[in-house]
């Protein structure tokens, strides 16, 4: 069954606009039709459609169920928004499928896009959460310059992936303790500057390499993100026997 998003759904009893048009100028939904609805909040709702209508499908709620996310640490991905949009909502969409808590586009020294459309992305992580069968919406930031993320209070690990080897770094499935919640920072196509790497040092966020391969931006957070995941479902199986 296709699954609908309404964040406000125990308030408004309805769809959005978006999600109204697609079921009902798309799918062809009709009073009576059953859907199931997320809210974003780790909740999953079996719904009847009482209100046929493409800008505000009224609904009535007939079971609500449970449905948190399935990883335990919370991960965040700051990553610099490629000069090809494409790749970073790429990114964004596989991001959401395999399991993220937030994604923070950053603004660099080095950043070649300097300018977002932060509605795109998020209209992307619905999508992907949605045909991922998750309860959960990730945060979609706006875009930030990197030194006031770098000065945020972060729980968990921290680390950046630095492509200079001048600097001593660890590989990531090293360094990352299963268990722990990680905060991972990818830079732009130039990589971080030196007063960048510095500054992210002070703030105790450790250099970290990604396999032997040369990645690129994309690629490197992507890489990041699912070691977190098979690290975490590894150790879990080894505590289980």
């Known amino acids: 069954m296709i699954r609908f998003y309404s964040p406000y759904l125990k308030d408004e009893f309805a769809l959005p606009e978006e999600e109204s048009g697609h079921a009902i100028r798309v799918l062809r939904k009709k009073c009576g039709d059953e859907i199931e609805v997320v809210d974003g909040k780790g909740n999953l709702y079996r719904c009847v459609i009482v209100g046929e209508n493409s800008k505000r499908t009224k ?12 990883w335990t ?16 909502e790429w990114l964004v969409e596989k991001s959401v499928e395999i399991g993220v808590d937030r994604i923070v586009p950053i603004l ?17 992580a619905i999508s992907a959460m949605k045909q991922s069968l998750k309860g959960v919406m990730p945060e979609i930031d706006e875009l930030v310059p990197l030194r006031l993320f770098l000065e945020e209070h972060h729980e968990g ?3 950046f992936g630095y492509c200079d080897d001048a600097i001593g770094r660890i590989p990531f499935v090293d360094a990352y303790n299963p268990g722990s919640n990680a905060v991972i920072v990818i830079g732009p196509e130039g990589d ?6 510095r500054f992210a040092m002070e703030k105790d966020f450790k250099p970290v390499t990604f396999g032997k391969n040369r990645l690129r931006t994309e690629t490197a957070a992507l890489y990041g993100l699912q070691s977190v995941h098979i690290l975490n479902d590894y150790s879990e199986r080894i505590t289980e026997h």
């Open 59 to 70: 609904v009535e709620i007939l079971e609500e169920m449970s449905l948190p996310k399935v």
């Open 73 to 88: 640490p919370s991960i965040t991905l700051a990553v610099a928004p490629t000069k090809n949009m494409d790749r970073m």
């Open 108 to 124: 660099c020294d080095r950043s070649e896009r300097k300018v977002i459309k932060t509605e795109r992305l998020q209209k992307i």
């Open 157 to 159: 690990a921290k680390f």
């Open 192 to 197: 971080f500057s030196p007063k960048e790497v």
